[in-house]
């Protein structure tokens, strides 16, 4: 067997381990937060009083205009300077949570806007209150629209996740760099964990296809918007 | 009763409604026509509240609505109101995620608390009389327009409102789509449905309205039986009306 096949084969058990444990748990948790963090703004955005309007784009600005990198270095280095002390784990979450709240939340409030004022006007002649006019009405074909976009944010932050290696949590390709730092193996391990972010992004999109498959079903799309 | 009392409506500073009184008799159709911009989409539209008004009356059975400027009625009111009346769109505005029952049951269910299954056999019952039971389970974007408004008007049925409205129910429909639709529409005013309807399609107005209610520049000009108001109308703007939609070629 050749030294590099041999080498990526002992270390797939410990990379295998470092995803299950901190990068796909920090995915789906802070993916989860993110999109309800998500459909708060934009719906304080689209509907909001003024001020909540103002105070939700101010978020979405500042998280959006500002690298990742240096929000989780704020979160997990800086606070601690006031007195914050914040575990790297929950500091990862808070800080990808903050970042997918806000990048989604455009995707949902243009998603919302999109949904044609006649669907509105339909549920309300049907008697409809506002909240049952945007739960059974508006939001399920918005998320048809938003679900693409998502989708993309989803696997981007997979992907990022590999930043937490910067704030000490022990994922993916924190695994990789310490076995690296033992064997003095870069290419090898490095390529080996690209590799695993490849297949599990490639298995996302595929998910990806068959959800807006099922969310397609009803047809029409784009007779809808002709 | 049924009725609305010096309606006023204005979008900024531009009046649309200046002054309207109408009664809808029950029972009966009352179809409203004038050229576009003389607000008569607006004025359907007032009755069930899509547009509020900002002075007059509107009388609905037991309710009472007085309009103020700058004062919202009561959420409650509204929603009484709602649910009272069912409207039938131009461009139909069908649920497109749900099928065509769905969109049938969807206000007995999320608004009425029916339970399921009797809202499930009262939308078919409905779809049965609009001639389209068979297509209970289909997606409304692969029906024809002209179907697409007759599940529509099944839509507006499905909780026995006291009146039904429509706007243009026929403008976004081929002749012979437009017919079907007129078909049912005609079928609903035998049974003694109590419509108010906008609409330019004189074969619709002459076939099913009892009254015709000519509207210019925000206010009722003159009203009548079809007949009547389209043979010898008395007004020189409903005269001049008139003679534009037989030379379209209307009739």
Known sequence: MPHWLDLMLQSLGPLLEACLRFTIPLTLIAFALGLSLALVIALARLFGPRPLAALAWTYVWIFRVTPLLVQLFVIFYGLPSVG??????????????????????????????SIPKGQWEAAYATGMTPAQAMRRTILPQAARVAVPSLSNTFIALVKDTSLAAAITVPEMFQAAQRIVAVTYEPLILY??????????C????????????????????????? | MIALQAIEKRFGDTPILRGVDLTVPEGRVTALIGP???????????VNLLEIPQAGTLVLGALRLDFRPGAAPARRDVLAVRR????????????????????????????????????????LELLERVGLAQKAEAWP????????????????????????????????????????VVDVLAGLAREGMTMLMATHDLRLARRVADTVVFLDGGTVVEQGPPAELFARPADPRTRRFVQTLLGEGGA
């Open chain 1, 202 to 226: 490639s298995a996302l999109s595929w998910l990806q296809s068959g959800l807006e498959r099922r969310l397609g079903r009803y047809g029409g799309y784009l007779e809808a918007r002709a």
């Open chain 1, 84 to 113: 914050i002390l914040i575990d790297a784990f929950p500091a990862a979450v808070i800080g990808f949570t903050l970042n997918i709240g806000a990048y989604a939340s455009e995707i949902m409030r243009a998603a919302i806007a």
């Open chain 2, 84 to 123: 009272q009346t069912g409207m039938v769109f131009q461009n139909f505005q069908l649920f497109p995620h749900r099928t065509v029952i769905e969109n049938v049951t969807e206000g007995l269910i999320t608004v009425g608390q029916w339970p399921k299954e009797a809202a499930r056999t009262r939308a």
């Open chain 2, 141 to 180: 974007a692969s029906l024809s327009g002209g179907q697409q408004q007759r599940v529509a008007i099944a839509r507006a049925l499905a909780p026995s409102p006291r009146l039904l409205l429509c706007d243009e129910p026929t403008s976004a429909l081929d002749p012979e789509l437009a017919a079907e």
């Open chain 2, 36 to 46: 576009s911009g003389s607000g008569k989409s607006t004025l359907l539209r007032c």
């Open chain 1, 191 to 200: 390529v080996e964990a690209a590799l695993i972010y490849l297949v599990l």
